[in-house]
């Protein structure tokens, strides 16, 4: 098992370990308890783009989906289901509780020091990345309705040289990273100019963003984040869904199965992977992983489907990256996890396979 993979187990264990501390908990729920809107993030598979991280909110609250460019067609078979359940589970919540919302944040990303650390899906073309999220943005009001009575989708970027966001609202932007000066106060007063018809209660759970990656933009500032980590250097592959405790920033890029040809994204990212690794022999001496991983909430049925999602997946992406970057696997000795991950501990339960099985 190379030192990747070892690294990978190893640090499950210690992030289940973290998410279960009484510590944890309690700030998890002091959090929730304050701050009730659910909160969908739709983001690229770019291992830098990691929102709980830049933000300093609690792991295990924000519901992540990505997909290559944070491209996602609502339409499609694989995406149509949660968009479906997000609005299903707020509309649920409220008519229990009397009152809850939704807040889904379509992201994109690029880096202000070099057009060519920006988003490789659009080519580092900001501009159309940018569009296409609000595009995205605009296909979730059509289906959760413009008067986001429910649900409030909102167009943020992510500059990823100092983890900043730049939120867009009604005819302004606000950069993070332009305003570190603001006090809560001066945060929460922009955000409700550039949102005249959020409720003051979703309003004052987006501030938490706010506030927190001011202060991650300060810290990142401070300790100037060296040249090398800018750029892609991913070294896994991950496929699927289950990844919070990863709670990396440039350490996997992750695929999720929510557009009909997922399996070209998995294409793009062993190719960016192998490139890493060849580019850099300290990478390339701790060795690539691929993992495949499906979530569940209840034992039973619910984790023995999901056992047998993440081997589907697994059997699938296993072969795209054997015949179309078949160097991964020959000069630097590829390795396959399949695993389920129980949403409760955040414990990883790991399948003993043999990819050789897979032919």
Not at 52 to 60: F, K, L
Not at 219 to 232: A, F, G, T
Request: charged residues 30%.
């Amino acid at each position: 098992m190379n030192d990747n993979t070892n690294f990978l187990i190893e640090h499950n264990k210690r992030q289940s370990k973290d998410f279960l501390s009484p510590d944890q908990v309690q700030k998890r729920e002091d959090y929730q308890r304050q701050h009730k809107t659910d909160v969908m993030i739709t983001k690229c598979m770019d291992g830098r783009v990691n929102v709980p991280v830049i933000t300093g909110i609690p792991m295990g609250v924000f519901a992540p989906y990505r997909s290559m460019g944070a491209v996602f067609d609502i339409g499609s078979p694989g995406f149509a289901p949660h968009v479906r359940g997000f609005y299903e589970h707020v509309r649920g919540r409220r008519i229990k509780e009397g009152e809850a919302n939704g807040i889904v944040i379509n992201t994109y990303h690029f880096s202000k020091g070099s057009r060519e650390r920006g988003c490789k899906g659009f080519g580092f073309d900001t501009e159309r990345a940018c569009k296409c999220t609000k595009l995205l943005r605009g296909d979730f009001e059509e289906v959760y309705g413009k008067a986001h009575a429910h649900v409030y989708p909102v167009c943020v970027g992510v500059e990823t040289d100092e983890d900043a966001l730049v939120i867009h609202g009604e005819g302004k932007t606000l950069d993070v990273s332009e305003h570190l000066g603001y006090s809560e106060e001066d945060f929460r007063r922009e955000l409700r100019l550039m949102f005249p018809d959020m409720k003051d209660v979703v309003l004052e759970d987006l501030l938490p963003l706010v506030v927190g990656n001011r202060a991650h933009v300060e810290k990142v500032k401070k300790e100037h984040k060296p040249i090398v980590e800018l750029d892609h250097r991913e070294s896994t592959i991950a496929v699927g869904r289950g990844f919070d405790w990863l709670h990396l920033v440039n350490h996997a890029l992750i695929v999720g199965t929510f557009n009909v040809d997922w399996l070209h994204e998995v294409s793009v990212a062993a190719h960016i992977v192998h490139e890493n690794l060849k580019r850099e022999p300290e990478l390339a001496a701790k060795g690539a992983t691929l993992i495949a991983s499906a979530p569940y909430r209840k034992p039973g049925v619910d984790a023995a489907v999901s056992r047998q999602k993440a081997m589907s997946m697994a059997r699938a992406a296993w072969a795209r990256v054997k015949k179309n970057e078949p160097g991964l696997l020959e000069n630097f000795k590829l390795e396959l996890l399949v695993g389920t991950l129980d949403r409760n501990t955040m414990l990883m339960d790991w399948i003993d396979v043999d990819p050789e099985s897979f032919e």
